[in-house]
C-alpha cells in the first residue's frame, strides 16, 4: 500500500496563475482533509470531505476550491495564486472523521 | 472558539535527558487526542492516541501520554531522549462527531548528542 500520496512534491508559480494539487489514497478511507503548513502556526484546515460526494471549508478555505473526485481522490485548487499562499500543502486522510489521520509527503508551493 | 495550546514551542535537550511537551484543549465534549511527529524533511506520523480507557497511552519509540481529562491535558512524556528525537512534535485533538482535527502550533524538539 503506497497510503496517502501527493503529486507535484515541488512547484513554483507566478501570482495570479491557477493550479491543482492532486492527492489520492488506497486505504479506502472516507475522509480526506488538505492541511497547510506554515512556520510557527501548525497545520490549518483548508477544506476536507467527510465522504465522497461531500465537501466542506475549513479554517482557511478562502483562495481554494476543492473536488472529491472519487473516493481515492481529493484535489486541491488555486485559481489565482497569491504570495501567501506560499506554504506546504498536506493531504491526509481517515476511515471516519474522529479517527487518526494518514498524511500524505507534502508539497511545497511557492508563489513569487 | 475551540483551541489546543502546546507551550515552551523551542526546546532543546541533551541525550538522556527527559522529556515532557504540555497540551491543553478546550473543548467541553467527549474527544479523541493524538500526538504526531514530523522528522526534518518528513512527513507527520502518529506517535500515539486516546479514544478510551487508561489515561496512560503508551506510543511507537518510547513516548507515552496521560490525558487529565479534569485539566484538559494531554502532555507528551518520554524519559530518556536520543538524537533521532529531534523533530516538531504536535498535538490534535478532535471533538467527537465533529470531523475537524485542531492541531497545536507545535513543539520543535532539538537533542543534542
Known amino acids: 500500500n503506497a497510503g496517502v500520496t501527493q503529486t507535484p512534491k515541488f512547484q513554483v508559480l507566478k501570482t495570479g496563475q491557477s493550479m491543482t494539487l492532486q492527492c489520492a489514497q488506497d486505504m479506502n478511507h472516507n475522509s480526506m482533509y488538505w492541511y497547510r503548513q506554515d512556520p510557527g502556526m501548525g497545520l490549518r484546515l483548508i477544506y476536507y470531505?467527510?465522504?465522497?460526494?461531500?465537501?466542506d471549508k475549513g479554517e482557511v478555505p478562502n483562495g481554494y476550491n476543492v473536488s472529491r473526485l472519487n473516493k481515492r481522490e481529493f484535489s486541491l485548487r488555486l485559481e489565482s495564486a497569491a504570495p501567501s499562499q506560499t506554504s506546504v500543502y498536506f493531504c491526509a486522510s481517515s476511515e471516519r472523521g474522529y479517527n487518526e489521520q494518514f498524511f500524505g509527503p507534502g508539497t511545497r508551493l511557492t508563489v513569487l | 472558539a475551540q483551541s489546543v495550546s502546546q507551550h515552551n514551542h523551542h526546546v532543546i535537550l541533551s541525550e538522556a535527558a527527559s522529556l515532557e511537551l504540555g497540551c491543553n484543549y478546550s473543548y467541553g465534549g467527549t474527544v479523541n487526542l493524538f500526538w504526531y511527529v514530523q522528522y526534518p524533511g518528513q512527513h507527520l506520523q502518529l506517535l500515539l492516541k486516546?479514544?478510551?480507557?487508561?489515561?496512560l497511552v503508551k506510543g511507537i519509540k518510547g513516548f507515552e501520554a496521560e490525558f487529565i481529562k479534569s485539566k484538559f491535558s494531554f502532555n507528551l512524556r518520554k524519559p530518556s531522549v536520543q538524537w533521532s528525537d529531534t523533530a516538531e512534535y504536535f498535538c490534535?485533538?478532535?471533538?467527537?462527531?465533529?470531523?475537524?482535527?485542531?492541531f497545536g502550533k507545535g513543539n520543535q524538539v532539538v537533542v543534542i548528542p
Open positions: 470531505s467527510a465522504s465522497e460526494g461531500t465537501t
Open positions: 490534535a485533538v478532535i471533538l467527537y462527531g465533529n470531523n475537524r482535527l485542531a
Open positions: 486516546y479514544f478510551s480507557g487508561d489515561p
